[in-house]
């Protein structure tokens, strides 16, 4: 089984700040990699899909990248409204696989 | 707009099945475009892939739950459900289902109903 691997666990930086999350396979996945985000109490959406392609509606301070086993989302200007649990998936079979998440906090 | 909705009983007993059923609406379940999932998320903890039904009725099973979980679904009702034998408190969580497209290739889950709590306790 592919493991995904999430770091930090959590972080807290201040708004306008950049911020870089990291997510690891423990195989090759190709690009078949997603992020959600999930804010406290809600649903989880999905942020970007093919390790790189915005969801509609999503703001253009997301970003994602990477292939293989490595991949990164950053926020390149940090808000208020962006504090929530960050998950990544991989996908690139009928079986899936999220990792464990980092949580994002204001400083 | 597609809806997912699940339900079912928010409180098992140890060592009975759980058992959910996901109504959509606004879509339909039949289209070949699309699997449905379930997912879960205990309290306080990340998410956790339960596995995944085609309207054939094909499944796919986190390994981990396989020899506990069955998937079912129901054209007639729009409707595909859950069950999770042999619950113990380990199995509190809430439960997402989902719709997970497929675009002649793989795509995430795009659409998720608004989870229901399952609490396992005696």
């Known amino acids: 089984d592919i493991q995904m691997t999430q770091s930090p666990s959590s972080l807290s930086a201040s708004v306008g700040d950049r911020v870089t999350l990291t997510c690891r396979a423990s195989?090759?996945?190709?690009?078949?990699l997603a992020w959600y985000q999930q804010k406290p109490g809600k649903v989880p959406k999905l942020l970007i899909y093919?390790?790189?392609t915005l969801q509609s509606g999503v703001p253009s301070r997301f970003s994602g990248s990477g292939s293989g086993t490595d991949f990164t989302l950053t926020i390149t200007s940090l808000q208020p409204e962006d504090v929530a649990s960050y998950y990544c998936?991989?996908?690139?079979?009928?079986?899936?696989?999220f990792g464990g998440g980092t949580k994002v906090d204001i400083k | 707009q597609l809806q997912l909705q699940e339900s079912g009983p928010g409180l098992v007993k140890p060592s009975e099945t759980l058992s959910l059923t996901c109504t959509v609406s606004?879509?339909?379940?039949?289209?070949?475009?699309?699997?449905w999932g379930w997912i879960r998320q205990p309290p306080g903890k990340g998410l956790e892939w339960i596995g995944s039904?085609?309207?054939?009725?094909?499944?796919y099973y986190n390994p981990s739950l396989k020899s506990r979980v069955t998937m079912s679904v129901d054209t007639s009702k729009n409707q595909f459900s859950l069950k999770l034998t042999s619950v113990t408190a380990a199995d509190t969580a809430v439960y997402y289902c989902?719709?997970?497209?497929?675009?002649?290739?793989?795509?995430?889950?795009?659409?998720w109903g608004q989870g229901t709590l399952v609490t396992v306790s005696s």
């Open positions: 606004g879509g339909s379940i039949s289209s070949s475009r699309y699997y």
């Open positions: 998936q991989k996908y690139n079979s009928a079986l899936l696989t």
């Open positions: 093919a390790a790189s």
């Open positions: 039904i085609y309207y054939s009725g094909t499944t």
């Open positions: 195989q090759g996945i190709s690009n078949y």
């Open positions: 989902a719709r997970r497209p497929d675009y002649s290739g793989w795509y995430p889950f795009d659409y």
